[in-house]
Structures are given as C-alpha cells and as structure tokens.
C-alpha cells in the first residue's frame, strides 16, 4: 500500500487529459523506479516552466517568455498572421512548419448557447494589430465546427475595409474537425491550399 503523498500525486497525475487512474498509478511507478533517470528532470522540468509561465501579451500564446518566442523570432514573417481559437491550435499548426508568420489566440469561438460574444474573446486586441498596419495576409484557421466558422464569419466582417488578404484553410478539413486532432500532413494540405474568403 503506497502512503498518502504517493496516492495523492497518483490522483493529480489521473485528472489529466488522456491518463486514467490506470495509467496514472502506472507512471507513479515509473518515476519512483527511475528516480534520477526520470523522476528528478521531469519536477525540473514543470518546475522552471511553471516558474517562468507566461500568456504573451501581444499573440495570446503561452510560453516561458513574454512576448513569446514565435513573437520574438526574426526568422518569423511579420506581414502574415494566423488566426486561431486555442493555444492549442498554435501549437499543432505549428507543428506543421509550413506557416511561417506570426499567431493570434483568440481564447475560444463564439457559441450563442455559451454566452461567449466577441468581448470575452481576443477579437478587439486582434483588430488593434491588424489596424496598426504592416500585415498583410491573415489566416482564419478557425475550427471546422459551426461555431468556428460563425466566428470565422464574424471576424471576416470585423476585417472588412483592412488592407488585408483574408483567406482560411482549405475545405479539406473534416467537418467538426479540431485542428489539434489532424495529423500533420492533413493540416498541412489544408493550411497549403487555403483560400480567400468570400
Ligand atoms: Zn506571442
């Protein structure tokens, strides 16, 4: 019988996505099996980030630094900028490697039966960038939910009269598709073929 500290990190370790209970106590052993192997880095690890754990205050991303290293990477193409609803739509469209301008995280969609409106989003800090000029192309790589696209919509008006390029992935998405559960030549393809909005 583990004591009450081990039973406690196993039930933290279960409430995250994807680990049950099951695998949870699995890893518990794990880690104190390999104490120095494994273990001590990982409590490095969450420790330096969860020390250094930042929102970007210009994209919304989240890192260790703020503005963000997408933010501050010179190699990063200023004029275009990319969209999305979550953090973790960022991370997988950049996993892809193919789009090489900056983000916006918008922190969800639009859901009349939420009660989510364009206030509680990051569409007001999203025009200020686009208004203060120097961009050319923006991406809407909404969700292909129905409130993804109803906020792709909406953001598409907000834009209107912007010297933009509007554009958004290509249809090749699967409709209720998440971007974070694509694999990457999928979202690839959909992020190479995308298209103007109309
Ligand atoms: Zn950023």
């Known amino acids: 019988m583990a004591s009450q500290e081990i039973e406690d990190l196993a039930a933290a370790l279960a409430r995250l996505p994807g680990l049950g209970p099951r695998s949870a106590r699995r890893a518990v052993l794990y880690l104190l099996k390999k104490r120095e192997s494994a273990f001590t880095p990982l409590v490095e690890a969450m420790e330096r980030v969860r020390a250094n754990l930042a929102t970007c205050d210009i994209c919304g991303n989240v890192d260790t630094q703020n503005p963000c290293g997408i933010c501050t990477d010179p190699r990063r193409d200023p004029r275009s900028l990319c969209v999305v609803e979550e953090v973790s739509d960022l991370w997988a469209l950049d996993r892809s490697r193919l789009f090489v301008g900056r983000y916006h995280v918008l922190g969800g969609r639009l859901s009349a039966l939420d009660g989510i409106g364009p206030e509680d989003l990051g569409v007001a800090s999203l025009i ?40 958004q992935l290509a249809q090749g998405l699967p409709m209720g598709g998440e971007l974070d559960y694509l694999d990457e030549g999928t979202l690839a393809q959909a992020l190479r073929a995308r298209k103007p909005v109309v």
């Not at 809407?140 to 390029?165: D, F, I, K």
């Open 128 to 167: 200020a960038r686009v208004a203060e000029g120097g961009i050319d192309e923006v991406v809407l790589a909404m969700n292909a939910t129905l409130e993804g696209q109803t906020t792709a919509h909406y953001l598409a008006e907000r834009l209107e009269g912007y010297p933009v390029r509007l554009t």
